[in-house]
């Protein structure tokens, strides 16, 4: 997860998965090779929020400043500043970027020096 991202309550994160098509035995309790669990990374970029309950499957990548709506089942990469909905999550319409980063920027002009370092709240003009 990177900076400004948020994840709702009920929210679940997947990184692992079975090979359900009958090629495989499947469940924890099996040994290699008769089980070929999936591993993957997933990875929430930039600005992006994920609605309540949403599922995640191992491999997605949420761009930068993409929202997926509550209850939705994100199975594919999602694009950048684009709004997702449903089971499968589907593409509904793109999110404006332009405030929401010259906000960011303002935000770490007043919170953090030239050096990139944090000034304590007191400090803040």
Avoid at 22 to 33: A, D, M, Q, R
Avoid at 66 to 91: D, E, H, M, Q
Wanted: charged share 20%; glycine share 8%; aromatic share 10%.
């Amino acid at each position: 997860m990177e900076d400004f991202t948020g994840l709702s309550s009920g929210v679940r994160v997947f990184t692992g998965n079975e090979d359900y098509s009958g090629t495989y035995l499947t469940n924890p309790t099996v040994p290699s090779p008769y089980r070929i669990p999936t591993r993957s990374f997933v990875q929430i970029k930039k600005h992006a929020i994920v609605g309540a309950n949403v599922v995640i499957l191992p491999g997605v990548e949420i761009g930068e400043g993409a929202v997926i709506g509550a209850n939705s089942l994100v199975t594919k990469n999602c694009k950048p500043w684009t709004v997702y909905f449903g089971s499968p999550a589907k593409a509904i319409k793109r999110r404006p970027s332009e405030n929401i980063l010259a906000l960011e920027n303002t935000l770490k002009a007043k919170v953090y020096d030239s050096m990139g370092n944090y000034i304590a709240k007191e400090k803040w003009s």
